[in-house]
Structure formats: structure tokens, C-alpha cells
């Protein structure tokens, strides 16, 4: 099945500072791949999606590029805010075919004032 | 349009007992997902229900099992909870006809906590 590698947090970062959050995946074929956020105390949210090489998705100021040589897809902010801190998953469908996503372990982002 | 609503939001079990959560998707979505979060593991896929069906399984124990009714709500049992089975609960769902490619729409969790 289908699986992804994420930047092992937590990760503590000044306002303003750039964040970069890595993710590489292994894929049969081209699934689309996911940014999924967690606030505290609530659920998953999707920040941001590209479904197919070389796309790049971007919501709230993160940006991610679906990167087909090198299996990655980066979440990146130029600017972080003390509002950003959450858990960032990175996803992908667990197989052709089978709706439910696998996800990374989670890197818990802190941004301090 | 309201979202993925969980309930309870916390349940409080001793081992050996047994423990049901259920979820209700957004309008218009027929397929639910559950997810163990457990501390420090990320998410866990556990099952995939559509359109009363279960879709596909994760890697659990059959003690852990669920059902979709015809209103596409879903309930997951787990049965002889053990100390393990402390986690935060996440059900999700998806529009009829999405691919594997779209996105998941999570509720809130259930955080369930064996004593």
C-alpha cells in the first residue's frame, strides 16, 4: 500500500519565522496528496490538497508542491503566526481504489510570541 | 451545513467492558470512516463503511467492529476494552461517488479512556 514519511516535531518556531514541514511519500501511480491540520481539542481539517504532479496547493499562506522526482510534498509558510500552532498531518489515499487515507505521524508545530 | 458530529465527546470505561460511539456525516455524504488517535501513534485507520457497507478494514483486532444504518450514521463497538483502547476516536466522512482522491470531512472525536 500506498504510505508517507513525516518530519518527526515538535517544532518551535518565533512569530514570523518560515516553517518547512517535510513529507515523502511512496505511491503506486499519482494519488492525490493532503495537508490535514489539528487544532487543539478539535478534529482534522484539510489545508490543502494537489492531485497531480507538479501542482502546487496553497490556503491560509501554507503552500505545498506535489514534487514527482523526488517524492515530496513540503508544507511551507513564509510567516508564521502564533494562530498556526496545531498538528500538520501529511496524507494520501492507503491504496488505488480504497477511499480511506494513511496519514504521518503528525508534527506539532509551537510558535511563540 | 453542519459537520461530522460525534457522541459522546468523552466516555469513561474500565477493562473488560465494552464501548459505543456512534457519528453522523455531513448531509449528502454516505461514506464514514474511523480513525484510532492514539498518544504518540498518529492516525490509525480502522474501518470504512459505504452505503451500509463495510468497505475496508484496518489493521485491529475483530473486537473492534461497527455498522453504517440506513440514514448513513455509523456506531463503532469495541468489545473487552483494554487499557490500549485509550485514544481520541475520529470519524470522518465523504460525499456519494467521491473518489479515492478527495478529501476526508472530520468531526470532533470521541475521546474514550480505559481505567
Known amino acids: 500500500g500506498n504510505s508517507v514519511t513525516q518530519m518527526e516535531g515538535p517544532v518551535t518556531l518565533s512569530e514570523e519565522a518560515f516553517l518547512t514541514i517535510n513529507c515523502t511519500y511512496t505511491?503506486?501511480?499519482?494519488?492525490?496528496l493532503f495537508w490535514y491540520v489539528q487544532y487543539p481539542g478539535e478534529g482534522l481539517q484539510l489545508l490543502l490538497k494537489?492531485?497531480?504532479?507538479?501542482d502546487k496547493g496553497s490556503n491560509k499562506g501554507f503552500e505545498a508542491t506535489y514534487r514527482k522526482e523526488t517524492t515530496s510534498f513540503h508544507l511551507e509558510k513564509g510567516s508564521v503566526q502564533v494562530s498556526d500552532s496545531a498538528v500538520y498531518f501529511c496524507?494520501?489515499?492507503?491504496?488505488?481504489?480504497?477511499?480511506?487515507?494513511?496519514f504521518g505521524t503528525g508534527t506539532r508545530l509551537t510558535v511563540i510570541p | 451545513e453542519a459537520g461530522v458530529t460525534q457522541s459522546p465527546t468523552h466516555l469513561i470505561k474500565t477493562r473488560g467492558q465494552q464501548a459505543t460511539l456512534r457519528c453522523s456525516p455531513i448531509?449528502?455524504?454516505?461514506?464514514v470512516y474511523w480513525y484510532q488517535q492514539a498518544l504518540g501513534l498518529g492516525l490509525q485507520f480502522l474501518l470504512w463503511?459505504?452505503?451500509?457497507?463495510?468497505?475496508n478494514r484496518g489493521n485491529f483486532p475483530p473486537r473492534f467492529s461497527g455498522r453504517q444504518f440506513p440514514n448513513y450514521s455509523s456506531e463503532l463497538n469495541v468489545n473487552a476494552l483494554e487499557l490500549e483502547d485509550s485514544a481520541l476516536y475520529l470519524c470522518?466522512?465523504?460525499?456519494?461517488?467521491?473518489?479515492?482522491?478527495?478529501?476526508?470531512?472530520f468531526g470532533n472525536g470521541t475521546r474514550l479512556t480505559v481505567t
Open positions: 470522518a466522512s465523504s460525499p456519494r461517488g467521491s473518489s479515492y482522491n478527495s478529501p476526508l470531512h
Open positions: 505511491a503506486t501511480g499519482y494519488p492525490s
Open positions: 494537489a492531485t497531480k504532479a507538479d
Open positions: 496524507a494520501l489515499p492507503g491504496k488505488t481504489g480504497a477511499n480511506n487515507l494513511f
Open positions: 448531509s449528502g455524504h454516505t461514506s
Open positions: 463503511y459505504d452505503e451500509g457497507e463495510e468497505r
